[in-house]
């Protein structure tokens, strides 16, 4: 039996958290053998320091498609690309919510339950006219701006009829951590877009509608890669309407909903993590991704003060193994077009008094709500 998989558990629905961690196995399609690595279609694999293939698919692609499930188009946008719920044709700023996260690594992150649970379920919206039967409470912002050459990329708090009235990047303190949009220098070339530099984000993923109840993945170094965006700028990765069943349900280890067609990673340091206190679990965020047990105080166990449990990858020389006191984390995205306001009236989102040169770049020309959109 394996040892307690309690990742972010607290967001699962409570009733089937305890049974369902010890009898939950990783799922058998997600890993594939290092030959296979960033092969497009195949199954999705990263080793500490490397992207899986941006469009890496784990199901057994047995997809039948199953009428019954009806998606209002006119709300939820047009379900033959991407669902998107704003317009990006002809703008240089596009804007974007990550609709999919396939989480390749790490294995704490990735183990089956954990991705469809835990993940997917709180990607998804609550909005069962889009065939969408999740919670919305993970969001996660992309704006690419083709002008400037920078991508600006950060969570949002979960606010009510987002997908109509618009997200906004989170800017707030969750327990003395900074969350805060970033902005990176992108390049495009082939029809692929990727970031040439790397900075540190603080994503918050909620466990509910409060601000408090945020819990952070300090993900350091971040980079973005193989990103195709559709000619009409709406979708990164399409929607599969053939894997939808009669009530709109999906199974991912049959039929993939998204088609993702972007990578992305970075590392997260064990002590940062060690300090990400998960409250519903009494415990620390190290302790999660270590999958093992916690110490009186509910952080990772340590020996001659440094963490016993060893990362699969090195903050100071940035590399797979060395110094093991990081763990790398990296998934796979679809996106599609959203509407992103300023947030000034809006709490979690008022900018801050000092913002950097980057905020500027998100003011759409073509959208007087879209106003600053990054601080680091």
């Not at 799922?27 to 941006?54: F, I, M």
């Not at 003395?176 to 390049?187: R, S, V």
Request: charged share 25%.
């Amino acid at each position: 039996m394996r040892p307690r998989n309690k990742v972010l558990v607290a967001l699962a629905a409570p009733a089937c958290v305890t049974a369902a961690l010890f009898a939950c196995a990783d799922d058998p399609h997600r890993r594939t053998t290092a030959d296979q690595v960033n092969v497009g279609g195949g199954a999705c694999e990263a080793k500490a320091g490397a992207l899986p293939a941006p469009d890496c698919d784990n199901s057994d692609k047995s997809c039948a498609p199953t009428p019954g499930c009806t998606i209002d188009e006119a709300a939820c946008g047009s379900k033959s690309t991407c669902l998107p719920l704003a317009d990006n044709k002809g703008k240089d700023v596009l804007d974007f919510r990550i609709r999919r996260l396939n989480v390749a690594a790490p294995e704490a992150l990735a183990a089956s339950f954990i991705q469809t649970t835990v993940v997917t379920a709180n990607i998804d919206f609550n909005e069962p006219r889009c065939g969408e039967l999740g919670k919305g409470l993970f969001t996660w912002l992309m704006r690419v701006d083709r002008k400037n050459g920078q991508l600006i990329t950060g969570g949002a708090p979960p606010l009510p009829g987002a997908i109509s009235s618009g997200f906004c990047f989170a800017r707030f303190d969750s327990n003395g951590i900074p969350i805060d949009p970033i902005t990176l220098k992108i390049e495009e070339s082939g029809g692929k877009l990727r970031t040439t530099e790397k900075k540190k984000v603080n994503i918050p993923i909620f466990l509910s509608e409060a601000l408090s109840s945020a819990i952070v993945l300090p993900i350091t170094d971040v980079t973005v890669e193989g990103v195709s965006i559709s000619d009409d700028g709406n979708c990164i990765g399409s929607l599969n309407p053939a894997a939808l069943a009669s009530n709109c349900s999906d199974d991912p280890s049959a039929c993939s909903k998204w088609n993702t067609s972007g990578a992305l990673g970075g590392f997260i340091t064990l002590e940062e993590a060690d300090e990400v206190f998960v409250k519903d679990l009494n415990r620390s965020l190290c302790v999660v991704l270590s999958r093992d047990q916690a110490d009186p105080e509910g952080k990772c166990p340590r020996e001659g003060g440094k963490i016993k449990f060893k990362g699969d990858y090195c903050s100071t020389d940035r590399q797979a193994g060395s110094c093991q006191d990081a763990v790398w984390m990296a998934a796979t995205f679809a996106a599609s077009a959203v509407k992103v306001i300023d947030g000034a009236d809006t709490e979690g989102c008022r900018p801050r008094a000092t913002t950097d040169a980057g905020a500027d770049a998100g003011a759409d020309a073509g959208d007087t709500d879209a106003g600053d959109a990054a601080t680091d």
